[in-house]
C-alpha cells in the first residue's frame, strides 16, 4: 500500500558543498527527511524501474533513514534498492556500486568529517549515474522543490532487515542487502599490485591506519590486514560507531593527534593513516613527517606509475582552487593538463567523464582518481604504499626529494569555526568591494600583484561558477585565499588559505607557520579577520 502524505515545506533544505546537512534533531521533525527525499526524487525522472544504490557512514539516525528512504524509493516507482549491510557504505564505495552496476543514482547518508550523534551532525546527499556527487543544475532543481512540496509518497512495507545479506521483495521492488566491502576491496586489487605489497609488509614494514570508529573500518581490516597481511592490530578504532566513539572523524592534526604523536615517537611505525567519517579522506604521516594534503596530491601524481592502472601515465591533474600550487609543477613537468576548479568534488566529474583528467585532489584531504568519481581516501592511502613498496624509501625521503625537485610550496589553512555568520559575510563583502583597489598597494610588507573572486569556466560544458573564493596575490607567488565552507551546520566556516613557493632547498626546513608568518599578517590585516569574526586565532590550523 502507497500512502500520499500531505506536507508543508521547509525553508532551510539547500544543498551545500555535498547535500543536505543539519544537526540531527532538525532530521528527526516530522517529515523534514521525508521532504527532502521526496524532493531528490522530484527532482529527477526516467527511474522508473531502475536502480537505487542506498547506504551511509554509520552515524546516529542512519539506519532510520535508510528505512524511509528505502519506504520511498518502493512508492516513487523504483525497481530496485541496493543497500550496504548494516546500513553501511563508504562514500567512495558507494560510487563504485552506482557504476559497476549501471544504477540510475544513489543516496548516501552522512555528514562526512562532520562529529555524529543524537545532538550532532547528520547529512543526505544525491549521487548522480556517473557516481559523482549531483551537479548544482540538480541540487538547485532539489532546493526549489523543497521550497514548494506539498505532499509525498511512502510505501507501507514495514521494517527491512538490512543487517542480513540477501534478497527480499518490499512494495513491489526488490532489496538487496549486499556486502559493503568485497566489490570495493576487489576493485582496489584491480588497480594496485596487492603481490608488491604483500611483500612489503612481509618484510616488516610497519603501519598503523585509524579509522576514528567511521564507515572505513571494515574496508581497511579487509584490506591491510587480511588482503595485504599488515599486522593484526595496525588498523585501530576499526568498529564504525553511530557518535564515532565521541570524537570527531576529520582526519587533521587536531582530531588525529594521538596518531600524529606516535608517528612523531621514537618507536613509530614506518607510515601512518587516517580516514574521515564517510571514507573519502585521507590523513597521511610518514616517520617523523607529515605530508599535507597539497604535498600528498602532488606526489601521488607524480609517482602514479608505479600502480598497474596508471603504467600508461596521466591524461591529466585537477585539483581545487585553494588547494597550493604543487601539483601545477608536476603536470608541467609531465606534459600533462592541470585544471584548477572550485571546491566540491563535484566540478571535478566532469573532466573525469571527459577523459581530461586522471588524478584530482583537494587541499581539504581528499584525493582520487579516475575510478570513481568522489574522492577517496583508502585508495590515496594504496597509492601511497605502492610508493613506499616501490622507491623503498621512508616518507620523508620521497617528500624531501620531492622538494628538492619541484620546490616546497609552504602551505596552511587556518579554520575559522562556527564563527557568527553575518560577521563572516560582511567580512567577504567588504572583501569584494575593495578587491579593484588591492593590486600595487603593500601590506605587511608584501606588495599585492592582482586581487579577484575566482570564477570558474567549465572546459567540458560550459557552465560557469563565481564567486568561490577571494584570492589575494602578491608579488614572488604567494597568495592569500578566503572561502566560507558550506560543509558546516551552524554559524559559518571562514576557512583562509596560506601559500608561499619557496624553489631553495636551503630553506626547505622552515616550520611552516614561521615561513608564512608575514603573510598569515597580511590576511589578518586585508580582511579583518579579527574584527569581523572576533577570534584572536583559528579554531583549527592544518
Known sequence: MIRTVSTTPFDDQKPGTSGLRKKVPVFQQPNYAENFIQSIFDALSGFGGRLLVVGGDGRYYNREVIG??????????????MVGQGGILSTPAASHLIRKYKAFGGII??????????RQDFGIKYKAGNGGPAPEKITDAIYARSKEIREYRIAEIGEIDIDTIGTVEAGGMEVEIVDPVRDYADLMESLFDFEALRKLFASGFRMRFDAMHAVTGPYATEI???????????????????????????????????LYDEMMGPDAPDFGAASDGDGDR??????????????????????????????????????SMPTSGAADRVAQKLGVGLYETPTGWKFFGNLLDAGMATICGEESAGTGSSHVREKDGLWAVLL???????RRESVSEIVTKHWAT???????????????????NALMEELREKLASLPGTQVSGLTIETADDFAYHDPVDGSVSVQQ????????????????????????????????????????????QVALADLIAAADEIAGIRRHTGRELPSVIT
Open 384 to 390: 601511497w604504499l605502492s610508493i613506499l613498496a616501490a
Open 109 to 118: 547518508l552522512s555528514a562526512s568529517h562532520n562529529p555524529g550523534g543524537p
Open 68 to 81: 524511509k528512504v528505502i519506504a520511498m524509493a518502493a512508492a516513487n516507482g523504483f525497481g530496485k534498492v
Open 469 to 512: 573564493g577571494i584570492r589575494i596575490l602578491f608579488e614572488g607567488g604567494s597568495r592569500v585565499v578566503f572561502r566560507l565552507s558550506g560543509t558546516g551546520t551552524s554559524g559559518a566556516t571562514l576557512r583562509v588559505y596560506i601559500e608561499r613557493y619557496e624553489p631553495d632547498a636551503g630553506r626547505h626546513g622552515l616550520d611552516t
Open 282 to 319: 585521507n590523513l597521511i604521516i610518514g616517520k617523523g613527517i607529515f605530508v599535507t594534503p597539497s604535498d600528498s596530491l602532488a606526489v601521488l601524481a607524480a609517482n602514479a606509475t608505479v600502480a598497474p592502472a596508471y603504467t600508461g601515465g596521466l591524461a591529466g591533474i585537477a585539483r
Open 224 to 258: 591491510f590486514e587480511r588482503r595485504l597481511g599488515a599486522a593484526p592490530g595496525s588498523c585501530r578504532n576499526f568498529r564504525p560507531l553511530p557518535d564515532f566513539g565521541g570524537h570527531h572523524p576529520d582526519p587533521n592534526l587536531v582530531h588525529a593527534k594521538h
Open 406 to 424: 619541484y620546490g616546497r610550496n609552504y602551505y596552511s589553512r587556518h579554520d575559522y569555526e562556527e564563527v557568527d555568520a553575518a560577521g563572516a
